[in-house]
C-alpha cells in the first residue's frame, strides 16, 4: 500500500538532475544510486549493478526491458540453484555423520525451519534485484517507451491517480497489468460455480481446497448472524450468503480489500453482508451464531503488503482470533477456523501449541474437517520445501 507522504527521487541523466515521485509497493525507500541504462546494456552488466545495490532507469525499449527482467530471473536461479546444492551437500553430510557417531544426532527433519528461513530470504533477495529495473512515467502514468503498451489504466487502479511524473519499478508495472487481468476475467470457484474477482493487493482465491469444507460443515442452528473476519476477497461470506445466512458482517483493515469485497458482492448481487474496516471483530454488532477466518497460515514477518495474507508475525492475528471469539459468540455459536497444517510440517509452531491457544481461549474443538492440496506447489519436486507441502493438510476447525 501507498505511503501517506509523498517521496521523491532524484537521478542525473544528459548532465540534467532529473526529480519524479517515487512509488514502491514494497515499501522500499528511493534508491541511492540510479543509473541509465538501455538496449546496449547487458543482462550480466545488469545483473552485476543490481547485485551491487545499484538501481537501473530504463531508456530502451519496453520489450526489450521485459527481456532483460526474464535474463535477470535466470541468472537469480542459477545462482539459488548453486547455494542449494550445498545446503543439500551440507545437510546430507551432517546426518551421515551423526550416524556414523561424529556428531550429535540429527534428522533431516530438523533442517526444515533453516530450509524455510533460508528460502524467504532468497525470495526478498530476488525481489530487491528485479525490483532495481525501474521506469519513469510522465502524469497519469504515460510511458513514452518503444512498443509500450497503455497502462495508465491498470498504474491507476493499483495505484492510485498521479498528476505528475513517476518512478517505479518494471516488476511493479508488471503485477499491476496482471492484476487488471485477474480484475477483468475473474478467478473461477468451481465448487460455487462463480467466479472472483481480486484487485491489486488483495490475494487472490487461487488455493481453493478450502471452499468445499465449508460447504460441507453443518451450519449452526440458528444460523442468523455470521462474521468473516479478515474477509480478504469476500470469498468466505459469499460462500456463507449462497447457504442462506440471513446477515454476514465482513471485516478487513485493508482497504483494498474491502473495496475487493464489496465489488465481488454487487457482481453476484449479494445484498446482506456488511463490511467494517477494523482489525479482527466488528464493533456494535449482534453476537455471531458463526464466526469464520481464513487467517495467514505461517508465523512469519510480511515483507510486502500483499504477503500480509500468508504470513502472521508471531501468530498474532491467529492468537488474536482465539482470544476475543468467546465473547462475540451468541449461545450454541460456533467458530470455523480455516488452517493448514503446513507451519507444523516445517516446525515454526507445533500442533500442541496451537491446541494450546485454543484452550486458552475458552474454546473446544467439536470437529474438524480435512483436506489434501490439489494447488502446484503440493505436486512440484523442484520446490525447496516440496517435502512438507506434499504432507500438508488444510483443516477447517470448528470450535465452540
Not at 543439500?88 to 533431516?108: E, F, H, I, L, Y
Request: proline share 5%; glycine share 6%.
Amino acid at each position: 500500500m501507498l505511503v501517506a507522504t509523498r517521496q521523491y527521487v532524484q537521478w542525473q541523466e544528459n548532465g540534467s538532475l532529473h526529480r519524479a515521485q517515487w512509488l514502491s509497493q514494497s515499501n522500499h525507500g528511493p534508491p541511492a544510486r540510479i543509473v541509465i541504462i538501455d538496449d546496449t546494456t547487458t543482462a550480466d552488466t545488469a545483473y552485476r549493478l543490481a547485485n551491487a545495490g545499484t538501481s537501473m532507469l530504463w531508456r530502451g525499449d519496453f520489450h526489450n526491458a521485459k527481456q532483460l527482467i526474464q535474463a535477470l530471473q535466470r541468472r537469480i536461479d542459477r545462482a539459488e540453484l548453486r547455494k542449494a546444492e550445498k545446503t543439500a551437500k551440507k545437510a546430507a553430510q551432517a546426518v551421515t555423520d551423526s550416524m556414523r557417531g561424529d556428531s550429535k544426532p540429527v534428522s533431516a527433519s530438523q533442517h526444515l525451519p533453516n530450509l524455510f528461513h533460508k528460502n524467504r530470504l532468497a525470495q526478498t533477495q530476488r525481489s530487491r534485484i528485479l525490483s532495481r529495473l525501474l521506469l519513469h512515467f510522465d502524469a497519469n502514468y504515460q510511458l513514452n517507451l518503444g512498443r509500450a503498451p497503455e497502462v495508465s489504466e491498470a498504474c491507476t487502479a493499483a495505484f492510485g491517480k498521479m498528476d505528475e511524473a513517476c518512478v517505479l519499478s518494471f516488476r511493479d508495472l508488471q503485477g499491476a497489468l496482471g492484476a487488471a487481468q485477474w480484475r477483468k476475467k475473474g478467478v473461477p470457484v468451481e465448487a460455487l460455480g462463480v467466479s472472483i474477482h481480486p484487485h491489486y493487493g488483495v490475494f487472490a482465491p487461487t488455493r481453493q481446497e478450502y471452499v468445499q469444507l465449508l460447504l460441507d460443515a453443518p451450519l449452526p442452528k440458528p444460523c442468523d448472524i455470521a462474521y468473516d473476519i479478515g474477509t480478504g476477497t469476500g470469498l468466505l461470506s459469499i460462500v456463507l450468503a449462497q447457504r442462506g445466512v440471513k446477515e454476514v458482517i465482513a471485516t478487513d483493515l485493508n482497504p483494498r480489500a474491502l473495496d475487493c469485497a464489496d465489488d465481488n458482492f454487487e457482481r453476484l448481487q449479494i445484498e446482506q453482508v456488511q463490511l467494517q474496516q477494523i482489525d479482527l471483530y466488528p464493533k456494535q454488532a449482534p453476537l455471531a451464531n458463526l464466526i469464520v477466518c481464513n487467517p495467514p497460515w505461517l508465523p512469519a514477518k510480511p515483507s510486502s503488503p500483499l504477503e500480509y495474507a500468508v504470513y502472521d508475525a508471531n501468530s498474532a492475528m491467529l492468537r488474536g482470533f482465539f482470544m476475543g471469539a468467546k465473547s462475540h459468540l451468541a449461545d450454541n455459536g460456533e467458530v470455523w477456523l480455516i488452517l493448514s497444517d503446513l507451519a507444523e510440517h516445517l516446525q515454526l509452531r507445533s500442533r500442541e501449541e496451537l491446541l494450546g491457544w485454543i484452550e486458552e481461549a475458552g474454546l473446544k474443538v467439536k470437529y474438524r474437517l480435512d483436506t489434501e492440496p490439489t494447488h502446484g506447489k503440493s505436486q512440484d519436486e523442484s520446490d525447496p520445501l516440496f517435502e512438507a507441502r506434499r504432507a500438508e493438510v488444510t483443516s477447517l476447525w470448528c470450535l465452540y
